[in-house]
């Protein structure tokens, strides 16, 4: 069992940063896909980004360039550098873990309980 505790979120003016945090517990996370989802009111839930255990990454188009995720396998801890927020990034962001299959798809094992991220214009 892996327990996920995402961090981070917060209230900021479009064109700053947040980093999110996404710890796990009850496994090491090094063999696992890591994902961020996000989910804006009223809309499903949807993929942003995920890095493979081997560490390549995929990013939904509207992130490129300015969100960037990174795992520390040390600190079973994974990472999700925001930069140039929007307001339209505005969600409740969740991290989670699957240990196969297509990094863009929901089918995830694990999910954190989520963090609020909320943009100003």
């Known amino acids: 069992q892996v327990q996920l505790v995402d961090s981070g979120g917060g209230l900021v003016q479009a064109g700053g940063s947040l980093r999110l945090s996404c710890a796990a517990s009850?496994?090491?996370?090094?063999?696992?896909?890591m994902g961020w989802f996000r989910q804006a009111a009223g809309k499903e839930r949807e993929f942003v980004t995920a890095?493979?255990?081997?560490?390549?990454?995929y990013y939904t188009d509207s992130v490129k360039g300015r969100f960037t995720i990174s795992r520390d396998n040390d600190k079973n801890t994974v990472y999700l550098q925001m930069n140039s927020l929007k307001p339209e990034d505005t969600a409740v962001y969740f991290c989670?873990?699957?240990?196969?299959?297509?990094?863009?798809?929901?089918?995830?094992?694990?999910w954190g309980q989520g963090t609020q991220v909320t943009v100003s214009s």
């Open positions: 890095i493979s255990w081997f560490g390549r990454t």
């Open positions: 009850g496994r090491t996370l090094s063999s696992y896909t």
């Open positions: 989670a873990a699957k240990s196969g299959g297509d990094p863009k798809w929901r089918d995830y094992d694990y």
